[in-house]
């Protein structure tokens, strides 16, 4: 290698260094140590400096691959996750991992180069205008034109990035602002007058709230990802287990609550467990926890939860009483309100409310009907449940395959699902796996993917391979956009407009990549499969060949309430 051009001790003040050189020296006292991206004209010489830099760097195949793999690191390991892409087209590639993470508040900053400052505006040689673009899908983002900027605005971002309700924080470079050096001291102190988010529950309504709790017969605790974000996961089922109350969780609430614990309800809304939906219907209190009453999760609005008081814990006040009237509403963090309400919960002999719970559980459980039609994806998220211990980091793609596992593994601990919750984009898995293994090397990373999701961004599996990333992909191939077919199966008539979805051959895709490729069709031989996978070394696509004709149930269809749920087999 080269000898090293640039220092990574700055003088005080960084007086004569340039702005890449500062770029790399503030992103390592952020605590990055691991940065995501693709490179181009617009932000050569900060690659230049990344080329001596002690911050790693991955090279992904596509810059959306790079910022999902950004994002499954944050999901992972709730850090926050950075990125780098070039102007113009290497920029607008950013934009659905920017929408991705700005719908599941997701902590990213995502630097972008821009054309000299002189020429923004001109259209310019890759001149797009990043921070109108990603106005509406970022928490935040910044133009900086001048060295003397740098420093400051990416301290900037990354504490908007990291605080209050998380979200991804686009920083846009102009080229000069990062070739230019400083002559002068800098200083780096934020700026940020108007950006002051609440951490602290005020305790009048803390009281208020538990007040209405312990008053209640038929409780529910309805839990999203903000618990995830907070970290609040162990005052959560502290509060929980005192006062008795039954726990259903979103998507990206997903692990907060060990779902082999008799208070779990399991995952709610359109293809959440007749339990929780049930249960959210007769509750008299929900007890909204990091969660925004997302229409996947209500079902007809004007039905949802028609006996219950709704108090609405969130760190974003925007969120209350946004789609769903809440009688108390606490802003703040999750885990500091919490640990506050523990006090005041009572334990509350709640038998009648939780045998009835039980009994539901026992009559709806998640189902499948084994033994026809080849191998059950609903089987194989299953096996993967037992064989990992329900331990793994599981990343999914959007659709069919995506809800089976939500349904099927098991889960027991936070940050385990890697999934894209708001906006659902199919090709999340694939990268976001590979992000979640950089940043967690030690764990057992699979993607159980969908073959359309899969095909998305398959490009990023050589990346797993040249990284030494042992991530194992397990493609649910049902030959269709299931999810899609699964509509037009039950209201457009069975006309399969565009969803067959014919795969090249994916074990040869795999090998071709580097990767090691393998194919499972016969059900007896499933087990042996994700076992010889399991045991792997390195990479592994592994593709199951799944019964293209099976649905995902119970089913609220769109715009129907949540008791009105179709329950497919259960009925
Ligand atoms: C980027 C993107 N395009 C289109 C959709 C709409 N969509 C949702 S699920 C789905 C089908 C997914 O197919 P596959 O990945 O094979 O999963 P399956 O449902 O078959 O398990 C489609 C097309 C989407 N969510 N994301
Ligand atoms: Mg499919």
Request: hydrophobic content about 40%; some cysteine; glycine content about 10%.
């Amino acid at each position: 290698m080269a000898k090293r051009k640039y220092r990574e001790q700055l003088p005080p003040g960084f007086v004569g260094a340039s702005g890449a050189e500062i770029f790399n020296r503030m992103l390592l006292d952020q605590g990055v140590d691991l940065m995501f991206g693709f490179p181009g004209g617009a932000v050569l010489p900060i690659f230049d400096v990344l080329f001596d830099s002690s911050i790693k760097f991955v090279m992904s195949r596509h810059e959306q691959g790079a910022i999902h793999m950004a994002e499954g690191f944050a999901k992972a390991t709730g850090r926050t996750g950075a990125v780098i892409a070039t102007s113009g087209p290497g920029a607008t590639n950013l934009v659905t991992g920017l929408a991705n993470a700005h719908m599941d508040s997701s902590p990213l900053v995502a630097f972008t180069g821009q054309v000299r400052s002189h020429l923004i505006g001109n259209d310019a040689f890759q001149e797009a205008d990043m921070t109108g673009i990603s106005r509406p899908v970022t928490k935040h983002n910044f133009l900086v034109k001048r060295v003397e900027d740098l420093g400051r605005v990416i301290r900037e971002a990354f504490h908007i990035a990291s605080t209050g309700r998380p979200g991804p924080v686009l920083v846009d470079i102009a080229v000069d602002a990062t070739i230019n050096t400083l002559d002068e001291p800098v200083n780096l102190e934020m700026d940020l007058p108007g950006y002051k988010p609440r951490t602290s529950g005020h305790v009048r309504q803390i009281k208020a709230a538990t007040d209405v709790i312990n008053a209640s017969e038929r409780p529910v605790l309805y839990v999203g990802g903000g618990v995830v974000h907070s970290g609040a996961t162990d005052e959560m089922r502290a509060v929980a287990e005192k006062g008795r109350l039954p726990v259903t969780t979103t998507l990206l609430g997903l692990g907060t609550f060990d779902e082999s614990n008799p208070l779990a309800l399991q995952m709610l809304g359109m293809h959440g467990s007749a339990t929780a939906n049930y249960a959210v219907q007769e509750c008299d209190c929900l007890v909204a926890v990091g969660a925004r009453f997302d229409d996947r999760v209500t079902g007809k609005l004007e039905t949802f939860a028609p006996r219950a008081k709704i108090i609405h814990i969130d760190i974003d006040p925007t969120s209350i009483s946004k789609n769903v009237k809440v009688d108390i509403p606490v802003v703040g963090d999750a885990r500091d309100i919490l640990t506050k309400m523990l006090e005041y919960v009572e334990t509350v002999d709640r038998t009648p409310w939780l045998e009835k719970i039980a009994e539901w559980k026992a009559r709806y459980p998640f189902a499948y009907e084994k033994g026809s039609g080849g191998i059950k994806p609903q089987e194989v998220v299953e096996r993967i449940g037992e064989l990992t211990n329900h331990d793994a980091v599981i990343a999914t793609g959007v659709g069919q395959h995506q809800m089976w596992a939500a349904q099927f593994y098991g889960w027991r601990k936070p940050r385990q699902i890697i999934t894209s919750g708001g906006l659902g984009t199919m090709g999340f898995g694939v990268p976001s796996a590979i992000g979640a293994q950089c940043g967690r090397p030690e764990a057992t990373v699979i993607d159980i993917d969908g073959d359309g999701s899969f095909s998305m961004t398959m490009g990023e599996v050589v990346t797993a391979v040249q990284n030494d990333l042992p991530v194992k992909f397990v493609v649910m191939d049902n030959e269709y956009l299931g999810m899609v077919r699964q509509w037009q199966e039950m209201f457009y008539d069975r006309r399969y407009s565009a969803t067959p979805h014919p795969c090249p051959d994916l074990v040869k895709v795999a090998e071709g990549f580097g990767a090691r490729g393998m194919r499972v069709t016969e059900p007896g031989e499933l087990a042996d499969a994700l076992n010889e996978m399991l045991k792997h070394p390195g990479p592994v696509v592994l593709v199951a060949a799944v019964d293209p004709g099976e649905n995902v149930f119970p089913m609220v269809p769109a715009g129907k309430s949540l008791h009105e749920m179709e329950l497919g087999r259960l009925a």
